[in-house]
């Protein structure tokens, strides 16, 4: 274990968090402001990413893909709210989670029809592709040190968004009190639909940059969801300092886990029983974070209602 | 129960016993016998999330676990159903406690994902658990009187006969009652002197335990456990037959098992893209019939009733 | 007369507002002992602690002497605390007669009964007719409670306080909400029931404070700041000043 391995893999930690307040963030603020468990977010980031996939194989620029699939994405979102989400907004959240339960599998069948059921090749732009050398000795891939340049900016701008403009006082009102955010009538339904087409353009930025690292297929975006989850869960739901600190901690705590924990245990176990353990143990980490923040703050860290 | 509905479960009682008799092949009598296993975990389910109102989105965790007590016993050379099946039981039930005695802090929304973060830990568990197939799944040659599809099928449908008779004498009982009446109005329960947490763990306990007895069942049907068992998309299908079939209503979780299999059964048959059909269904069932098929079913008799009278 | 319930030292902040300040009450076994105060008083808070679903910072809490300050709310409820809620509190799909009989089975031992039929169990039935009969709901047992009129709501949920056949009755705002005819009502029943019950009552309807109370305890900003004999609080200067306003004084 050298110095320079743990500031990588707290690099790689810093990375994944940054996308997963991206989809942390849309889903926090669904939650906080309309009580609305909506399973679909991950359906809306695997799109962005196949957006991003198809747009870029077709002009051969990666950042035209990226604009495109923001714009689609959110377009897609806001009909989906419109058309089926807003329905439930009233229901309970057993039927919320049924009803979007049932978009995942229609969504993602929809995506098997049209792109197969084979991952679909996604490439880091040329520019971004090789590693960098961040101090002398020290490289890491450049396209990962843009992730986290991205994340840091969006991240920047939801804050001054939310915390600075018009709008961003109606989503705090609304976060914090529910009836407030139904007081203000006719502007809500306006309000929530541009806040769905928030959280989906958020969605297609992290699917669309995730999409060379991980793989873009069917499924992606059921595994990220719950980590998300996990993320808002922790943080406290509806509030975007929790959905930040939260995602920084499970994108480290799971990265850092799932790389030094078989490190850290061979030397007491034997490099097999390590690696098998080890690999048990950091795949179950987040969730044992979870539970343990529950345990003692069963509202989350943050929680946006007191 | 009136004598039109007795007549009902008595006609469709010796139809399932028949099943065997009748049936032209084995792939039919494995199909009736994975929807009675079914039907008895979408119980389990309907107890804790129906009569309980407890959403909890964890519960393949105990179906899973019950398949895998089976599993790793009988590859490590203890067969006998009595102790595998006792041990399983037992088991799930000390988890649902574990799980429920932690969850049963929170609340909401809340509640629902810790239940899932315990369900996923679980997975994960299995997942890297190698030395028993890891995420490929472990067989099992299961003892021999119950390779027989036909005693296995006999098994599942006593066994489902009897949770549903003692799910019902719960639901009527004090126990029952005081757990309904939680779900309807909690603060209410404690300022009578309910200790209402204790209510809706032990709840949930039962509902553990009875998942993992249907787990256990399907397991031996399969000759198979692999981590999908209780895979987060699994706790899903639960809570979609309880709803289909219609959220604490007594026969909810049984009709919503027996027509989400056959639908998803038919609609595999026709097409690759089946699951656009499921969706499509559960969408259309939570938002146009909120209670489910049974509860379509009451209204639409409470109509004819109705019409009847008004003729 | 010994102190039923005793309050001594009693602190609850939210944040920056002191909800409860060193708030210090007794009520005596036998009497009418009603709670007034202005708006934003701490009532609410108070009573939440009492009944257990609010803990306080410090301070003490007895019923007869023993100290339940950190009892949960169903320890207290089976050591004869019963309460009735603010806004009404019923399980409204359920029959008034279901509402009664749940409140009975919880005194009538443990509910871990898994097997035997409740409708099967005649006395707990007997037992809440009995008490519907009491709260003058008698003819009215097998209405769904939330079809019942405002009024009969008040009514029952003080029928489902008296199932656990409580020493000490606390009653929040019981008239909250009442037309005149509904509200006589309910103070004739209030009057039935002290005959054999010691009541705490939370009210803001000065009429009816002055007509039942043995006792009258006045909370001002999480303190009480005077206590005693209807008389003698209507002649308090300081209760005149804080709370009851010119009207009275003229």
Known sequence: MTPTLIVAQILNGVQLGLMLFLLAAGLTLIFGIMDMINLAHGSLYMIGAYLTATVTSATGSFFLGVGAAIIGTALIGMALEMSVLRQLYKRDHLSQVLATFGIILIVNEIVRMIWGAQPVLLNAPEVLSGPVEIVPGFRYPAFRLFLIGVGIAVALLLFFIVNRTRVGMWVRAGASNREMAQAMGVRIKLLFTLIFGLGAALCAVAGALLGPILSVQVGMGESILILAFVVIVIGGIGSIKGALIGALLVGIVDTAGRALLPLILRDLLGRDAATNIGGALASVLIYLLMALVLFWKPEGLFPARS | ?311 | ?250
């Open chain 2, 1 to 311: 129960m009136t004598r039109a509905q007795m007549l009902i479960l008595g006609v469709i009682t010796l139809g399932l016993i028949l099943v065997p008799v009748l049936a032209a092949n084995n792939f039919t009598i494995k199909l009736f016998s994975r929807l009675l296993i079914f039907a008895l975990a979408a119980s389990s389910l309907n107890l804790v999330l129906g009569y309980g109102g407890m959403v909890s989105f964890g519960h393949a965790a105990y179906f899973g676990v019950g398949g895998y007590v089976v599993g790793i016993l009988t590859v490590s050379g203890i067969a006998s159903p009595f102790i595998t099946w006792t041990l399983a039981v037992l088991l799930c039930a000390l988890l649902a406690a574990l799980i429920g005695a932690i969850s049963l802090r929170t609340r909401g929304v809340y509640f629902i994902m810790i239940t899932l973060a315990f369900a996923q830990m679980l997975f994960f568990v299995f997942v890297s658990l190698r030395q028993y197939g890891g995420a490929d799944g472990l067989p099992i040659r299961p003892p021999d009187p119950l390779r027989d599809g036909r005693t296995l099928y006999y098994i599942i449908l006593v066994t489902l006969g009897i949770c549903l008779f003692l799910l019902w004498r719960i639901k009527e009982s004090r126990f029952g009652r005081a757990v309904q009446a939680i779900k309807e109005n909690e603060s209410r329960m404690m300022a009578l002197g309910y200790p209402v947490f204790r209510y809706q763990l032990v709840c949930f306990i039962i509902g553990g335990a009875l998942a993992g007895l249907a787990g256990v069942l399907n397991a031996n049907l399969n000759a198979f456990i692999s981590p999908n068992a209780l895979a987060w998309s699994q706790s899903g299908q639960f809570m979609m037959m309880v709803i289909l079939g219609g959220v604490g209503r007594f026969w909810g979780g049984a009709l919503g098992a027996v027509v989400f299999i056959l639908l998803e059964t038919w609609l595999g048959s026709l097409t690759i893209h089946w699951q656009l059909g499921v969706g499509a269904a559960l969408l259309i069932i939570v938002l146009f019939a909120p209670g489910g098929l049974v509860g379509l079913v009451s209204s639409a008799n409470a109509w004819l009733i109705k019409r009847r009278a008004a003729a």
């Open chain 3, 1 to 250: 007369m010994s102190a039923l319930l005793d309050i001594q030292g009693l602190f609850k902040r939210f944040g920056g507002l002191v909800a409860t300040n060193d708030c210090a009450l007794d009520v005596r076994a036998g009497e009418l002992h009603a709670l007034i105060g202005p708006n934003g008083a701490g009532k609410t808070t108070l009573i939440g602690q009492i009944a257990g679903v609010i803990k306080p910072d410090s301070g003490r809490i007895r019923l007869d002497g023993v100290n339940i300050t950190y009892l949960p709310p169903h320890r207290r409820v089976r050591m004869g605390l019963a309460r009735t809620y603010q806004i009404t509190n019923v399980f409204k799909k359920y029959s008034v007669l279901d509402n009664l009989a749940l409140g009975v089975q919880a005194r009538d031992g443990h509910s871990f009964r898994f097997w035997r039929p409740v409708r099967a169990e005649r006395h707990l039935w007997d037992q809440a007719a009995e008490i519907a009969e009491r709260v003058g709901l008698g003819v009215r047992q097998d209405v769904l409670a939330g079809a019942l009129a405002h009024g009969e709501q008040r009514q029952l949920e003080v029928g489902l306080a008296l199932t656990s056949r409580p020493r000490l009755l606390l009653l929040d705002e019981p008239l909250a909400g009442m037309g005149a005819d509904e509200a006589g009502r309910m103070v004739d029943l209030i009057r039935r029931l002290r005959a054999d019950l010691t009541i705490l009552l939370v009210e803001h309807d000065m009429d009816a404070v002055f007509q039942l109370a043995d006792r009258i305890s006045v909370l001002v900003y999480g303190r009480i700041i005077a206590s005693g004999a209807p008389e003698a609080i209507r002649a308090n200067p300081d209760v005149q000043t804080a709370y009851l306003g010119d009207e009275v004084r003229a």
